[in-house]
């Protein structure tokens, strides 16, 4: 079972949707949460963190958090074509000095 | 005004070479990291230096060998280049403490081992 598990996608939503990106996670001692973008050729970028359980909101993203079901997700609204990356979850756990567990990434497009 | 800079961003050479790639952050922060990530994407850790002390080390071929000569610098040396070296890597920094560690990354280098 992989660490961090994300579906590669891709997923395609229309612009002006909602986009619903999910990340699960295996390790109970999960302690933050980030959500990356990664344009093609750049570097990740992150967009949000989250540590506490229930939802965090920034904008257009909002960030969900529920450890008991070691489930995290990051909803876009009103998706925009410059959303269309690679979204990467990550999870950092404690007491592994502060390094991140990627998931492989979803891939997002947004068509016009 | 870069925050994680690294250089070279390309970097094409032959199996057996060695190569350095070299990253600077001017953030303050007190830990650097180094990532990998190969062509499916897939981002994973390789090293970790906090303060200039070396704190992850993942399973890594020792033909990578970090070095960071003050808390802004690290480096990363690679002996006898594989094929399988082929990737992009990212030097990242965060500041020490809290439970974020937002991590910052650098903006890659491409290596091709030919």
């Known amino acids: ?112 | 005004d870069t925050a994680v800079s690294q250089t070279p961003k390309y970097l094409v050479t032959q199996m057996g070479n060695d190569k350095s790639i070299k990253c600077e952050q001017n953030l303050g922060h007190d830990t650097m990291y180094w990532y990998k990530q190969d062509s499916k994407k897939f981002l994973k850790i390789m090293f970790s230096y906090n303060n200039k002390e070396l704190i992850i080390n993942e399973t890594v071929p020792n033909r990578f060998s970090p070095k960071s000569p003050d808390k802004a610098h690290l480096n990363l040396h690679i002996n006898s280049l594989e094929l399988g070296d082929s990737a992009v890597y990212f030097c990242a920094s965060s500041p020490l403490g809290g439970a974020s560690y937002e991590q910052y990354f650098g903006p890659g280098t491409r290596l091709t081992v030919t």
């Open chain 1, 1 to 112: 079972q992989k660490e961090v598990e994300q579906n590669s996608g891709p997923l395609s939503v229309p612009e002006g949707a909602i986009a619903s990106l999910n990340c699960t996670y295996s390790d109970r001692g999960s302690q933050s949460f980030f959500w990356y973008r990664q344009y093609s050729g750049k570097s990740p970028e992150l967009i949000m963190f989250i540590y506490s359980n229930g939802d965090k909101e920034d904008g257009r993203f909002t960030a969900q958090l529920n450890k008991a079901s070691q489930y995290v997700s990051l909803l876009i609204r009103d998706s925009q074509p410059s959303d269309s990356a690679t979204y990467l979850c990550a999870v950092r756990v404690y007491n592994q000095g502060g390094k991140l567990i990627f998931g492989q990434g979803t891939e997002l497009s947004v068509k016009p």
